[in-house]
């Protein structure tokens, strides 16, 4: 379903030209003769380990470039996103739970069926990508620099490309930060999704994934591996999972970005 472009031999001498000229700025890390001025830095760490955040900042975009193009295969380093097909997940009730949620359109992974992997371009944007700070869900935004441009995701954009949270905007709340990221072990009610989630007496300590109901836990293997893809955490299940499964499961609440005001979950039924 996903295949990428630039391939030796293809297009006309002009984007060769491009091509190569990027070439030249994703790996100039360290290049005493880009023609591009950069600011003065210090002596460049060896990072072999650990975050990216921890490196300097003047050094992470090239730090970042180096160890991309040591892969022999880029897109070894993307974790894509694959479509969750009406004919194949239909028939067990999967599309139903995302519709209940006006979740659909996170069912499908690409605008207009277009199926190409920009691998290039997202390195790229990734080596340069900011979070400004933000206090609503809502209002959080990435930022990254492709071909010289600033590109931003941010629901603004993601609704440009999609209708995400399709049911009406009154019916929709909007998660607050400290109830689904910084402290979700003290929402009130918490518990209740556990104990609807994990088979009884296991919700205590570490939240395993063995421990879900059978039903949960083939919906988590599903939207991890397909709608929001990822290598880690197999093991246990991530706090923020918690409402995000308890909601497909349940079928409410309506949690969505459009109006800024409510808890999370402020009425479990």
């Not at 030249?24 to 950069?38: H, I, K, N, T």
């Not at 490309?161 to 689904?180: C, G, H, M, T």
Request: with cysteine.
């Amino acid at each position: 379903m996903v295949k990428t472009k630039g391939k030796a031999g293809e297009g006309s001498s002009s984007q060769q030209a491009e091509a190569q000229q990027k070439n030249r700025r994703l790996v100039r890390a360290g290049d005493p003769d880009s023609e591009e001025d950069a600011p003065p830095r210090g002596p460049k760490p060896d990072w072999t380990s650990g975050s990216l955040l921890d490196q300097p900042v003047e050094w992470q975009t090239d730090l970042f470039h180096e160890k991309m193009n040591k892969l022999q295969q880029r897109k070894e380093a993307f974790i894509c996103e694959k479509e969750i097909r009406e004919v194949d997940f239909g028939p067990f009730g999967i599309m139903d739970k995302f519709k209940a949620l006006g979740w659909e359109a996170a069912l499908k992974c690409y605008d207009n069926e277009v199926k190409n992997l920009y691998d290039r371009e997202i390195q790229e944007w990734m080596a340069t990508l900011t979070c400004l700070p933000f206090k609503a869900a809502s209002k959080m935004k990435l930022i990254g620099t492709v071909n010289g441009v600033s590109a931003e995701m941010s629901y603004d954009s993601l609704r440009q490309i999609a209708k995400f949270d399709s049911k009406p905007s009154n019916q929709y709340i909007v998660p607050r930060l400290e109830d689904l990221y910084f402290n979700p072990q003290n929402h009130p009610q918490r518990q209740h999704m556990l104990e609807y989630l994990f088979v009884p007496g296991t919700t205590q300590g570490k939240l395993l994934r063995r421990n879900l109901r059978i039903e949960e836990k083939l919906m988590l293997v599903l939207y991890t591996q397909n709608v929001i893809p990822r290598r880690v955490d197999k093991v246990e299940v991530r706090f923020t999972a918690v409402p995000v499964l308890y909601m497909l499961m349940h079928g409410s609440p309506l949690v969505g970005e459009i109006v800024e005001k409510g808890r999370l979950f402020p009425i479990v039924g």
